[in-house]
């Protein structure tokens, strides 16, 4: 499979508890992405990588939140002490650099559905 | 006010029909521009980039209207694999994409 893979693809949890997700995105892809998609909208942009830097974060990106891509590879998104607002799908998505206005546009995970309870 | 706007719908239309979707979007900055297709329960699909020029494919058409700052999506004979939420996608320049809420599409037998 050499699309985008975030796991797990669906995580119940107690209000307060911590949670991470994983996204791998496609190999050649440097640039990485995290959004959120509540009912009802579109998906928001939470933060972005290229390559091991995150260059940009959302005010969304609450201190609770933190992402990690380490080598470049595949990135984590944590969720401290969550709360029933956090409840959505977070999504990942992967582009490559040359395309350097995403002409080409992204290619989603099939997301992670954080449901708190 | 939102940076892309749409018509959340929802729009029920019956099968065999066109149906049109317009957008509008506030960043005359913007670069690139898509339609992004949503089944319930899973995760954005590229339907389309939208050219300045106009684009077809199959029995979708795009069009880009720079002056007026709106996008439209038309789709000719419609089908039951049609229903979904249909997202405007644009890029302003930098490095990441905006989605607007989206417009809910059902086709009627």
């Known amino acids: 499979d050499t699309g985008v893979s975030q796991n797990p693809r669906h995580k119940i949890t107690k209000r307060g508890q911590n949670v991470t997700f994983r996204c791998d995105p496609i190999?050649?892809?440097?640039?990485l992405y995290w959004y959120r998609q509540t009912l009802g909208q579109g998906p928001e942009f939470l933060t972005y990588?290229?390559?091991?830097?995150?260059?940009?974060k959302s005010r969304l990106l609450s201190d609770r939140f933190s992402a990690e891509r380490p080598k470049g590879s595949f990135s984590t998104l944590e969720i401290q002490r969550t709360e029933q607002g956090d409840s959505a799908m977070y999504l990942c998505a992967s582009s490559p650099l040359r395309d350097r206005h995403l002409q080409g546009g992204y290619t989603f995970g099939s997301g992670t559905r954080l449901t708190v309870v | 006010r939102k940076e892309v706007e749409q018509d959340p719908g929802p729009f029920n239309v019956p099968e065999g029909a066109t149906v049109a979707f317009n957008c509008t979007y506030s960043?005359?900055?913007?670069?690139?521009f898509f339609w992004y297709r949503q089944d319930c329960r899973k995760e954005p699909k590229l339907l389309m980039s939208?050219?300045?020029s106009g684009n077809e494919d199959g029995r979708f058409t795009a069009q880009l209207n720079r002056a007026s700052q709106y996008i439209s999506l038309l789709i000719r004979d419609s089908k039951l694999s049609d229903s979904a939420t249909y997202l405007c996608?644009?890029?302003?320049?930098?490095?990441?994409?905006?989605f607007g809420t989206g417009t809910r599409l059902t086709i009627i037998p």
């Open positions: 990588f290229q390559n091991e830097a995150q260059l940009e």
């Open positions: 960043n005359s900055a913007s670069q690139s």
């Open positions: 996608v644009c890029n302003f320049g930098n490095e990441k994409l905006t």
């Open positions: 190999s050649e892809h440097n640039r």
């Open positions: 939208v050219y300045s």
